[in-house]
């Protein structure tokens, strides 16, 4: 978790580095969950920039620990290379149908990402670091 956590802030550092002009617009405040925490200026950041979007119900989860699935779209999207996964379908049995299953297979085929020795990338499994 941590280091999920620091690659989402140093992230968002580099992005800090930028000049943006933010405003108070529904896509980026609409994180009620983020209010008040250390990480609110990055989330704002990244949803502006559209590499995170939060779920369905208007929240972001802070807490929520990330999945290989969703750290495979984040990477992908954070590179500005989300439209070069279309078409693309993993080598991997457990992600053939899952959702972020062109991730994944963009984020393999760079090398960026690896799945287990047994052939398997275990989607929702939390993210590790080796």
Same mark, same amino acid.
């Given at each position: 978790?941590? !280091?999920? %956590?620091?690659?989402?802030?140093? %992230?968002? %550092?580099? $992005? #800090? ?5 933010? =405003?108070?617009?529904?896509? *980026? @405040? ?6 008040? $925490?250390?990480?609110? #200026?990055?989330? !704002?950041?990244?949803?502006? %920039? #559209? ?5 369905? @119900? ?5 807490? !929520? ?12 999207? &954070?590179?500005? $290379?989300? @439209?070069?996964?279309? =078409? ?6 457990? &992600? !053939? ?13 760079? =090398? ?7 052939? *398997? ?10």
């Amino acid at each position: 978790m941590r !280091k999920v %956590l620091s690659f989402v802030l140093v %992230l968002s %550092l580099i $992005l #800090g580095s930028f000049s943006f002009a933010f =405003g108070a617009d529904a896509k *980026t @405040d609409r994180f009620s969950d983020v209010a008040g $925490l250390e990480c609110e #200026g990055a989330v !704002k950041v990244l949803a502006e %920039l #559209g590499v995170v979007n939060g779920y369905t @119900d208007g929240t972001y989860r802070p807490e !929520k620990v990330v999945t290989r699935a969703e750290m495979a779209k984040l990477i992908v999207v &954070a590179l500005g $290379l989300e @439209d070069y996964v279309k =078409g693309m379908y993993p080598n991997f049995n457990d &992600a !053939k149908g899952h959702w972020a299953q062109n991730f994944i297979a963009y984020a393999a085929s760079l =090398g960026i990402i690896e799945g287990y020795p047994d052939g *398997t990338f275990r989607p929702n499994n939390t993210v590790t670091y080796q």
